[in-house]
T-cell receptor
Framework: AQTVTQSQPEMSVQEAETVTLSCTYDTSESNYYLFWYKQPPSRQMILVIRQEAYKQQNATENRFSVNFQKAAKSFSLKISDSQLGDTAMYFCAFIYIIQGAQKLVFGQGTRLTINP | EAQVTQNPRYLITVTGKKLTVTCSQNMNHEYMSWYRQDPGLGLRQIYYSMNVEVTDKGDVPEGYKVSRKEKRNFPLILESPSPNQTSLYFC?????????????FGPGTRLLVL
């Protein structure tokens, strides 16, 4: 089964702190891509960061970085110098190809609150 | 501007009254899909389409229909809505041969079935 597990339903930190969101996944596929999406109160799905599974180097996007442990099937998101605008629901997801179809599998989400 | 649009954004309806949620993209993407988002469950795929006239079921297709007569449009049809279809719905598109690329999501449609 292809699954994504986010074990932290909610997290809360103070502004400017660093926070790490956990994500583990399970797949038998060898070729896949991993994502973190942000969903602010507007409900829009916004791509935060992307990682190709075949790349060992961890992806970074400004204050956002991932810790990708392929053998452990772990894909955590680190937000440095957190800002009030980072308050949102965060979804971990991966995409794989099966019989030509793209299958995007999401975790349950982590609600992150940044406090002033 | 590259975008996926959905209409309506909000809809309240009653059980059994057929409805259609439209989805349109302007990026010439082959791949389009529908998801529903429910608390504690994340997003789950309802249907997807790899190109015009090519559609297939996702993980939760019961109670839904789709069609893909044009490349840009991928409407979601609820023939006889029921309260358990109350949810937040997202349409998404992406290039078929570049799955690692960004999935472009629409703004979402919040549906309440009474």
């Amino acid at each position: 089964a292809q699954t994504v597990t986010q074990s932290q339903p909610e997290m809360s930190v103070q502004e400017a702190e660093t926070v790490t969101l956990s994500c583990t996944y399970d797949t038998s596929e060898s070729n896949y891509y991993l994502f973190w999406y942000k969903q602010p109160p507007s409900r829009q799905m916004i791509l935060v960061i992307r990682q190709e599974a075949y790349k060992q180097q961890n992806a970074t996007e400004n204050r956002f970085s991932v810790n990708f442990q392929k053998a452990a099937k772990s894909f955590s998101l680190k937000i440095s110098d957190s800002q009030l605008g980072d308050t949102a629901m965060y979804f971990c997801a991966f995409i794989y190809i099966i019989q030509g179809a793209q299958k995007l599998v999401f975790g349950q989400g982590t609600r992150l609150t940044i406090n002033p | 501007e590259a975008q996926v649009t959905q209409n309506p954004r909000y809809l309240i309806t009653v059980t059994g009254k057929k409805l259609t949620v439209t989805c349109s993209q302007n990026m010439n993407h082959e791949y389009m899909s529908w998801y529903r988002q429910d608390p504690g469950l994340g997003l789950r795929q309802i249907y997807y389409s790899m190109n015009v006239e090519v559609t297939d079921k996702g993980d939760v297709p019961e109670g839904y229909k789709v069609s893909r007569k044009e490349k840009r449009n991928f409407p979601l049809i609820l023939e006889s809505p029921s309260p358990n279809q109350t949810s937040l719905y997202f349409c998404a598109s992406s290039p078929l041969l570049a799955p690692g690329k960004t999935q472009y999501f629409g703004p979402g449609t919040r549906l309440l079935v009474l």
